[in-house]
Structures are given as structure tokens and as C-alpha cells.
């Protein structure tokens, strides 16, 4: 394997300016690596090389003539839940595995407008519900730190994080609805950031939960992931819950002081399950930013408990609404049948997975009429609750620190998913208060388990202030130093 694709983003586009390297070189490179293991790990469902490196010889010209934009060059994966103009996006699911989009998603047109290259699509778990990536219809994917024994990658980004750290991109982009950047981020031992909601837009994503959907990257380290999400981030008339808060410079933030910072250790979050190495992890975490010069304060967010059962009612309520589009008849997988009913029920029930199917039925009961104030109207007002558990105690600090799962990567297989969901709905336990609350949170690596794999942190920061959990991740990625597989 060629060692440029070690090369973060930040290093890459100095060589590239310095004419160091070129950008058909690197892409090239990536795409090797990419017919070199993507049987092993199936990270990638479509793969758009050839397009991929006619951007790059553009790219080229661009740095010749001085022309060159923020990300010129930079070969990304893009999760396959975003819709992208004439390349097949297909949620992972087979009732839309021959969907080739006449448009292009807001986030993936900005890359593209900032000069990065897309390699192809990435997997994950269908319509992006999962936390292992092994309800996809194309088949999990394989986290690329196993070693005898397959693992997940994390879900549902699990592509997109096992591209990432597999080499097979520079970076990706994913989405984040109850923890989907972060827990395949952590697991795979690399860095992402779901940012505030309403930073990206959401127009051209294939929605799953829109109160809780947001876009985010995941990269090699806190560095690419500012670059990333410089470009990806910003209003857009065509979202109207993105915002119109301006876009700061994310890099400008990073490797700034956090003299006298504020970091909450929420007492809740030390759970029954918290594997005792994770725990062990999450204190040697707080003394690294003690050491760069932060204070550590315990804090209360109540209402952690209730989390998990507030998502798993909103999530599927908002799912089995804006899944109600998929019905044969306009686009996607269709089976005839006799009759308007018959072709709906025959192409849905054909054309989505068991998981998918148990979260519409949840959300269609927890809507209906007689159940809906007893569930979907509490779950809002719970909701309401956990986000102001958030605003009390960011009275008494700046940033929060959590572990981002309570446990390793596990084999595929292990939870036995399909049985017994409740067993992978627990994984979420640290993640999904983040997108109930609307906040930004990032998760980097922190060291290995003593079966030598990934662990990762979370830091949690108020609505649209990511230049706290930058600079905080910046130090603490410095102090952990992690070194990528
Ligand atoms: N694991 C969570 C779920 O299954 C979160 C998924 C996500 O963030 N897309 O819903």
C-alpha cells in the first residue's frame, strides 16, 4: 500500500500546493487501496472511480493556474443516504437499489464547489437505522482493526468510517441522527463531528428522522474534519431548519489555549455496562485537558435515563412518516400487483428490511390516534427536559466529556439484532441526548482496549459553539496521541 493516503487532508493540500504531489497521484492511490480491500471490508457499494479521476486531472489544472479551491483535490466517500446527481444512492436498502438521482444534495454540491472528488458510496445501515451496519441490504461492514474474529465498523456510518481509516478515502462524509458519525467514528479509530443541527442542510439527504438528521464528516484527525465541515456547513434556502448563523473558520480554532475551560463529567453517564476500560479512559482523558490547563467539574444531566426511550419513540415516529414516500409507484423497487393496495403493500413489504419494518410499525402505533399522547406527546415533552438538563449545566462549564460508546467494537453477529434490538438500542446511551438536544458533539480516538482495539471520546458543546469542542478535541487528540492503524 502506497503510503501517500497516510496523509491527512491538512498535509495533503500543502503538498499539492507545494506541486509536491498531484492529485491524480493521491487519487490513484486511494482507488488501489480501494481494489485492494473493499472486498474485505465493503465499505464502498458503488465505486465512481473514473469520474473521480477526471476531477483530479481538473484539480491539476487548478493548481497550475492558481485557481485551486479549499478542498481541490481531496478524495472523499460519500455515505450512500446522500443523493447524488446521476450516481446510484440507494439508503442501502433494497426499495431503492436501482435509484440514480436527477439531483445533487445541498452538502455533497458544496464539496464538490470547494473542488473535492468523490470515489463512490458508501454503506451503512438501512435508511441509516442501526448502530452496527449490519442491517444493510448489501451486507455489513467489516471493521478493518479485526483480526481474527470480523467486527462491526459501527453504524450507521460504517462505511464511511472504515473508509476512512482502511485508507480507501481521505475523508467521508456521514450522518448523525442518534449517533450514527460517532459511534462508527470511535470504533473505527477515527475522528468525526455531527455539528450543530442546522449547520449543514438537509436538502438531497434521504431523510430518516428530520428533527434529528444531520450531516457531519469523519476524517483522520480534528484537523480534517474543521476543513471538512468548513465546506460542507451553511444556510440554505432550500433547508428551512438550516440556519442562517454565520459559518466561522473551524480551523481558526484549533490548537488555541483551553487555559480555564470548563469540562462537565455528566455523574449520570456512569452507567451499569460502562466497560471498566472505557471508564478508565474517559478519567485519563480529563487529566490530558487538565494538563492543558481546563478544569475539570462533575455535572448532572437528570433526565440521561430517559433518553434512549425518548429517541426510540420520536426517531421511529418520524421515520414511518417520511418513509411513507417509498410505495413503488414513482421511483424505487416495485412489484406488481393486482391493484393500487397490492403494489403498495407487495413492493413495501419486498423492498424493506426487517429493521426498517419494526421501526415504521413502532412509529405508526406510537402516532396513531389513542396512543399518540401517551407516547409520541410525552417522548416531545422528555425531549424537552433533556435539553434543558443541557442548558443548566452549560451554566457550570463550556465543554462535556463522555465516553462515545460504553463498550468496544463487537463481532458481527453478536447482538444479535434482528432478535433482540434492544441489546444494539443500548449502544446509543451516550449518543442520542446529543440529537435530541440539537448540540454538537465530536468523537476522536483516545487509545486501545487491551484486545488492541479503538476506543473513543465524545465532547459535547453548546448549540452553534463547535470552536469550543475544537479547540478542547484539538488538545486533547494532541495529548492522547493516537496512532492510526
Ligand atoms: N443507532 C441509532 C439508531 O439506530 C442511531 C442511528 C443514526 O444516528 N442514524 O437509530
Known sequence: MSNLTDLTISETLRKFKAKEISPVEITKAYAENINACNKQYNAYVTTTIEQALEQAKTAEQNYMNGTNRPLEGIALGIKDL?????????????????????????????LLNDGALFLGKLNLDEFAMGGSNETSYFGPVVNPWSKEIKLVAGGSSGGSAA???????????????????????????????????GRCSRYG?????????????????????ALVLNSMAGYDEKDSTSSKIAVPDFASFLGKDIKGLKIGVPMEYRVDGLNPEVADYWDKAAEILKAAGAEVVSISLPHTKYALPTYYVIAPAEASSNLARYDGVRYGHRVEGNGLDELYISSRTDGFGREVKRRILIGTYVLSAGYYDAYYLKAQKVRRLIKNDFDSAFQKCDV????????????????????????????DVFTVSVNLAGLPAMSLPIGLS??????????????????????????????ANFVRI
Open 450 to 479: 487491551k484486545n488492541g482495539l479503538p476506543l473513543g471520546m465524545q465532547l459535547i458543546g453548546k448549540a452553534f459553539d463547535e470552536e469550543t469542542v475544537f479547540k478542547t478535541a484539538y488538545q486533547l487528540e494532541r495529548g
Open 205 to 225: 439527504t434521504i431523510a430518516f428522522a428530520s428533527s434529528l438528521d444531520q450531516a457531519g464528516p469523519i476524517c483522520k484527525d480534528v484537523t480534517d474534519c
Open 82 to 110: 446522500f443523493c447524488t446527481k446521476g450516481v446510484r444512492t440507494t439508503a442501502c436498502s433494497h426499495i431503492l437499489d436501482n435509484f440514480i438521482p436527477p439531483y445533487e444534495s445541498t452538502v455533497t454540491q458544496n
Open 163 to 197: 473508509a476512512v481509516a482502511a485508507k480507501m478515502c481521505a475523508a467521508a462524509t456521514g450522518t448523525d441522527t442518534g449517533g450514527s458519525i460517532r459511534e462508527p467514528a470511535a470504533f473505527c479509530g477515527v475522528t468525526g463531528i455531527k455539528p450543530t443541527y
Open 400 to 427: 462535556i466529556l463522555t465516553p462515545t460508546s460504553p463498550i468496544e467494537p463487537f463481532a458481527i453477529g453478536d447482538k444479535k439484532m434482528l432478535e433482540n434490538p434492544i441489546n444494539m438500542y443500548l449502544n
